[in-house]
């Protein structure tokens, strides 16, 4: 491990559960990602090396069978695990999702009935809020939970965009409810809107009375895990299973772990940075030039001067926003920063890296052909740049607006 994207004032356990997962990456994971990425894999066996280690119960409290960590521990592993193949990381962080808004938000019952398996990984999450025509506006969550008569509910609508959708058993979906629930018509539209625990198997098809997924959807990236659809006609789900047993919270709900996704989204593109300029300044000095290795040509060099800048403030910023979440504070303003600089950066990063390897970089024998695919994610999840300024520059206007 190089001198980059160090982090002071970790504890012992901190220190030791980065070097475990950083030698199973290097052992594990960088070795075989070209060939399951190429082939679109589901990493199986990554994955059940990641469940021995404890990973799916990282930040899952001790209480319920987990380490009990936190989120800056989390982002840290999650960054590593990136650096060796960043699909690995997507199947880690919706599953956290999951289990951070029931942390947070859940009913007892609810934290004793998943948690403990959500910590072996025998239930895995997925996070469920996109639909085919929302794009970034939230509010217009067009899948509708009514309320029937004896208090169940029966959703139906179509959803978008599910990392994990097939694999996952537990998921996370935002709905619309509604006035029935005893608002009036008059009250906000983010609270007429409902998370629900929609308990599946695992598979395609119809996975539950009312849910089917139906099948994987083709990337130019992001490829051994699965992304799907998913689609609910008239599924039955009793009120029981409405995330922290009150309707009418899911926006605020889903906000709360849409702050963390952003951190996890800006760890997953630090992890991207530290492997491509791995890759870029490893290259710059096996190839040569005009007599001598291309890093000792003052463009190289002063590319890879550049990378390990960029590489650097992500990081930086990134822990910030994990820190920061920790403490319980609200961080929108800097989880959407790290989130938009790192995202941002791993897009220029990677491309340097692939500018340093010339034409081998468009050759999928290259580890950066890959990473030059997978960094096009880090624009768009949870929440493109432009939405990333617009949610920094309105917080930002509450504490610097003129006065009076």
């Known amino acids: 491990m190089g001198r980059l994207a160090q982090t002071e004032g970790l504890t012992d356990v901190q220190d030791e559960i980065l070097k475990t997962i950083h030698q199973f990456v290097e052992d594990k994971i960088i070795p075989v ?13 990554i994955i059940e090396g990641l469940k021995e280690l404890g990973v799916f ?14 989120l800056l521990t989390y982002a840290l592993v999650v960054e590593e695990i990136a650096r060796g193949w960043m699909s690995v990381s997507g199947v880690i962080n919706t599953h956290f999702i999951v289990a951070y808004l029931l942390m947070q938000h859940g009913t007892d019952e609810q934290k004793q009935k998943y948690l403990p398996r959500m ?33 169940s509910y029966s959703i139906t609508g179509q959803k978008m965009w599910l990392t994990n959708g097939a694999t996952s ?11 029935e629930d005893g608002q009036s018509g008059n009250d906000s539209v983010y609270k007429q809107m409902t998370t629900f625990l929609v308990e599946k198997e695992p598979g395609f098809g119809e996975t539950a009375p009312g ?12 490829k051994g895990v699965e992304t799907t659809e ?34 996890n989204v800006a760890a997953r593109a630090c992890g991207l940075q530290i492997r491509a300029f791995e890759l870029g300044v490893a290259y710059a000095q096996q190839r040569k030039t005009f007599g001598k ?25 990134m822990v910030r926003a994990a820190r920061l979440k920790d403490t319980g504070q609200r961080m929108d303003v800097e989880a959407g920063m790290a ?47 432009d939405i990333q300024k617009m949610i920094i520059g309105r917080s930002l206007l509450k504490d610097y607006g003129l006065k009076g």
Do not use: C, W
């Open 169 to 179: 058993t537990l998921v996370a979906l935002l709905t619309k409810t509604g006035p």
């Open 119 to 151: 910590a072996t990984g025998e239930v895995r999450g997925a996070f469920s809020m996109s639909e085919p025509g929302l794009g970034s506006d939230v509010s217009a969550v067009s899948t509708k939970a009514t309320k029937l008569e004896d208090g």
């Open 57 to 70: 119960g990282l930040t899952i409290p001790e209480e319920f069978g987990g380490l009990g960590e936190s």
């Open 293 to 317: 290795p291309i890093v000792e040509h003052q463009a190289i060099l002063f590319r890879i001067a550049e990378m390990a800048t960029k590489v650097e403030t992500s990081h930086t910023m």
């Open 339 to 385: 989130k938009m600089v790192a995202s941002e950066y791993a897009n220029e990063v990677v491309e340097d890296s692939f500018r340093i390897h010339g034409g081998y970089g468009y050759s999928k024998e290259y580890e950066i052909e890959r990473l030059y695919r997978e960094t096009a994610f880090m624009l768009i999840g949870e929440g493109t740049s």
């Open 33 to 45: 990602a070209q060939e399951l990425e190429h082939s679109d894999t589901y990493p199986t066996e």
């Open 230 to 263: 998913l689609i609910l006609e008239d599924h039955r789900i009793g009120a029981d299973q409405i995330l922290g047993g009150e309707p009418g919270k899911g926006f605020f709900q889903m906000m709360d772990g849409v702050e963390v996704g952003r951190v």
């Open 211 to 222: 849910v089917t997924v139906p099948g994987k959807l083709d990337k130019m990236g992001y």
